[in-house]
């Protein structure tokens, strides 16, 4: 009985000791996330200084996605025979200039996707990757400041196609105007004189035009999320028919070093290709732009992301 006891006194001491131990290793843990909290604020109040100072800010984030498969004998489906794939990636850069009295700001945004289907029981089909998202743009926008968040401003702008039908159409806008900075990161251009260069071969729908040009766009890094969100606009003096807007966005998660998740994703409606689609493609001669069904044409990309 006494040796019972003792056994049940010792067990309840060390249980104690424990418990005594993990509170004082918590209250140490606590002291320590205060330590670093306070320093984790201070080296964000410093960086903030250093991005508030004239000079270049330059990065660029992309994401990544693919997927490969082969099948054989899988008679549940039409092509029992096949290989396939997917393979996409999109790319955000910029290089901005910042001074105390004008900027320079230049960005890059690119999707490009293949995808291909090898039906391995017909020697006659095309067994290649063919493009499907194709998308590049490129801009650059010089302002001078005439207020704290206000400047005068001209861009060139330049969006097409790369992979498949490079510069037809392709457009370039060029035009001055003014820019908002409000916040950082963020910036609202609005040129109410813009010309709207569009190229295209041959005898065909598109044709260029007098207009205002308006984007937005925000970019921003935190911790380990990128993200980037981008409208431009323009809108015809001449008609209606010839204005277009494209939205694009950009996501980006980091999980491990550099690599992460991302999700891009745009929305674009412009008649002019909506029309030569038909006509070109569909083969509706007869299509005018009363009659075309201009549709918001989208993509998106999912996949894994990489921070330059």
Do not use: C
Not at 100 to 111: D, G, V
Not at 180 to 202: C, K, M, Q, R, S
Not at 211 to 218: E, H, Q
Request: no cysteine.
């Amino acid at each position: 009985m006494k040796k019972l006891f003792f056994t049940l006194l010792l067990s309840v001491s060390v249980l104690s000791i424990n418990a005594q131990t993990k509170e004082e290793l918590q209250a140490q843990k606590s002291e320590k996330q205060a330590i670093a909290d306070a320093a984790q604020a201070e080296a964000n109040a410093l960086q903030a200084k250093i991005d508030a100072l004239p000079g270049w800010r330059k990065g660029a984030f992309g994401t990544i996605g693919g997927s490969l498969s082969g099948f054989n004998n899988w008679y549940s489906q039409g092509t029992p025979n096949n290989n396939s794939g997917n393979i996409g990636f999109t790319v955000n850069g910029f290089a901005n200039l910042i001074q105390e009295k004008f900027f320079w700001r230049n960005s890059l945004t690119t999707n490009l996707n293949w995808v291909k289907l090898d039906n391995k029981d017909n020697p006659l089909d095309d067994d290649s990757f063919s493009p499907t998202t194709d998308v590049f743009n490129i801009s650059s926008l010089y302002g001078r400041n005439i207020a704290k968040n206000l400047a005068v401003s001209g861009l060139a702008e330049y969006r097409t196609t790369i992979l498949d039908n490079f510069n037809d159409p392709g457009y370039l806008d060029v035009g001055v105007g003014a820019t908002w900075t409000p916040i950082e990161n963020f910036i609202l251009v609005v040129h109410p004189l813009n010309y709207n260069f569009v190229f295209a071969d041959g005898d065909s729908v598109f044709e260029s035009s007098l207009g205002a040009k308006i984007v937005a766009d925000y970019t921003r890094q935190i911790g380990a999320v990128n993200f980037k969100t981008n409208l431009s606009a323009f809108q015809s003096y001449k008609s209606g028919d010839f204005s277009n807007w494209t939205w694009t966005n950009s996501f980006s998660y980091t999980l491990w070093k550099m690599i992460g998740v991302g999700f891009d994703f745009g929305l674009r409606s412009n008649k002019q290709e909506a029309l030569n689609y038909s006509i070109e493609t569909l083969g509706n001669a007869g299509e005018t732009f009363d009659s075309v069904d201009n549709d918001l044409q989208s993509y998106y990309t999912f996949g894994l992301s990489y921070k330059f």
